[in-house]
């Protein structure tokens, strides 16, 4: 059972937008900054979005990020084939002094 | 550029000890914090420790605290794991990732090296 409460799933078709929650609680989301995670299949996680809708160089604008309260959202605007991959959001949790993630999320295109 | 390589993952015994290795190599190596993320087969991402870039500060997560103990070694742009009474359920790909400049830094985890693997099996 994960920290972040994340959907297993989420789908839509080329050009569409598609948004990931993520529930946290006051000690992380509610204090903290969250990052997103991209996954491709059999890669690496990437560091998509930090600081709630900060991108590093090199990911589009396509990807943006959100927070309210104790909860973030990930939203993929004009979705591409490639944006198939599994997303996790992170947040530092301050009752644990440690890094704690949600479920993941796996975006599938149609 | 900034790589990350892991190594040392084995097939190990329950109880057993392995200790895994992180070698950095295209930053400025002392001043950032470094994390294990793990992933067991088909699942999630879990955070399973974090250390300062002095090496002063650690952090473990519950699952692991008290069993595993990350270190570095600034002078070879290396950081450990070093994983003792191991159970089925260490059982991931182990991850190291490039942190921020401290452990909770906003910008943590902008470089992954390609992971290794640790079975845990009688």
């Known amino acids: 059972q994960s920290v972040l409460t994340q959907p297993p799933s989420a789908s839509g078709t080329p050009g569409q937008r598609v948004t990931i929650s993520c529930s946290g609680s006051?000690?992380?989301?509610?204090?903290?900054?969250v990052n997103w995670y991209q996954q491709l299949p059999g890669t690496a996680p990437k560091l998509l979005i930090y600081?709630?809708?900060q991108r590093p160089s090199g990911v589009p604008d396509r990807f943006s990020g959100s927070k309210s309260g104790t909860s973030a959202s990930l939203a993929i605007s004009g979705l591409q084939s490639e944006d198939e991959a599994a997303y996790y959001c992170?947040?530092?949790?301050?009752?644990?002094?440690?890094?704690?993630f949600g479920g993941g999320t796996k975006v599938t295109v149609l | 550029e900034v790589q990350v390589l892991e190594s040392g993952g084995n097939l190990v015994q329950p109880g057993g000890s392995l200790r895994l290795s992180c070698a950095a190599s295209?930053?400025?190596?002392?001043?950032?914090?470094m994390s294990w993320v793990r992933q067991a087969p088909g699942k999630g991402l879990e955070w399973v420790a974090g250390?300062?870039?002095?090496?002063?500060?650690?952090y473990y997560a519950d699952s692991v605290k008290g069993r595993f103990t990350i270190s570095r070694d600034n002078s070879k742009n290396t950081v450990y794991l070093q994983m003792n009474s191991l159970r089925a359920e260490d059982t991931a790909l182990y991850y190291c990732?490039?942190?921020?400049?401290?452990?909770?830094?906003?910008?943590?985890?902008?470089?992954w090296g390609q992971g290794t693997l640790v079975t845990v099996s009688s």
């Open positions: 992170a947040a530092w949790d301050v009752s644990l002094s440690g890094w704690v």
């Open positions: 600081t709630y809708n």
């Open positions: 250390i300062t870039g002095s090496g002063n500060n650690a």
């Open positions: 295209g930053f400025s190596f002392s001043t950032y914090a």
């Open positions: 006051i000690s992380n989301i509610g204090t903290n900054t």
């Open positions: 990732a490039k942190y921020g400049y401290h452990v909770n830094s906003a910008l943590s985890g902008d470089h």
